[in-house]
């Protein structure tokens, strides 16, 4: 597989052309499966969903450094984060059970994103990623796993003092909206951004305000 994006175009190739190891039946199947989920990203507020094989995530391991302090608050704080996650190394042999992942951002204007506000964002992208897993596992990809941006812990427990994970083995409070942080696996997001053309020097002006924007992913499988 190329590095190519896997445009809605290129699927409709395959469908019509077949693939090798896939029945032409089971194909089309799969193609209106991620063209329903492209469609429930746009209908869930996400900008530019996008279909990618797993090949063009590059994990580096010096990604989760910027989990450390005094980068971020979040490390050692909850279940979805460094060092309570998997390693890169780790990360990396698990995307080798995938094929694709679905990519989506969800935009902002960039002086909410630089203030205390942008937690409401950073929820909504944890939110978004946690149904979008949830519709790709109904739609019968069951090994279907979302990450996010941001960090779980302030987002959706700050009103706790601890991490009902990690504080004696208990449940996720929140497992309907919590999900992995992306840079806690060493998922190298600027990289990212540049193949899929996402730059923040592309940030919009819209009326007169910038827009910026936070990102997740699901894995599809
Ligand atoms: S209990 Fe709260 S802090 Fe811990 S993983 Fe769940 S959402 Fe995150």
Redesign the pocket.
């Known amino acids: 597989m190329t590095n190519d994006l896997l445009t809605i175009s290129s699927w409709r190739q395959e469908v019509r052309f077949g693939k090798p190891g896939y029945p032409r039946a089971s194909f089309l199947i799969v193609y209106v499966a991620m063209e329903e989920l492209l469609e429930k990203a746009l209908e869930l507020g996400a900008s530019d969903p996008r279909l990618i094989p797993v090949e063009m995530i590059q994990v580096d391991d010096d990604i989760v450094e910027l989990c450390l302090p005094p980068q971020c608050d979040g490390y050692d704080?909850?279940?979805?984060c460094p060092p309570h996650v998997m390693s890169p190394a780790e990360f990396r042999k698990v995307l080798e059970g995938y094929e694709s992942a679905l990519v989506f951002k969800i935009e902002a204007p960039m002086e909410l994103l630089l203030s205390d506000e942008r937690d409401h964002v950073g929820r909504l992208i944890q939110e978004t990623a946690a149904r979008l897993e949830r519709f790709a596992i109904e739609a019968g990809f069951v090994s279907s796993r979302a990450l996010a941006g941001a960090c779980?812990?302030r987002l959706?427990?700050g009103a706790?003092e601890r991490?009902?994970?990690?504080s004696g083995g208990g449940e996720?409070?929140?497992p309907d909206?919590?999900r992995t942080s992306m840079s806690g696996l060493g998922v190298n997001f600027n990289r990212l951004n540049r193949d899929l053309g996402w730059q923040m020097s592309d940030a919009r002006e819209a009326g007169g305000e910038a827009l910026g924007w936070m990102a997740g992913m699901v894995l599809i499988g």
Request: net charge positive; with cysteine; aromatic share 12%.
């Open positions: 704080m909850c279940a979805n779980c812990k959706f427990c706790y991490c009902n994970v990690l996720c409070r929140n909206k919590a």
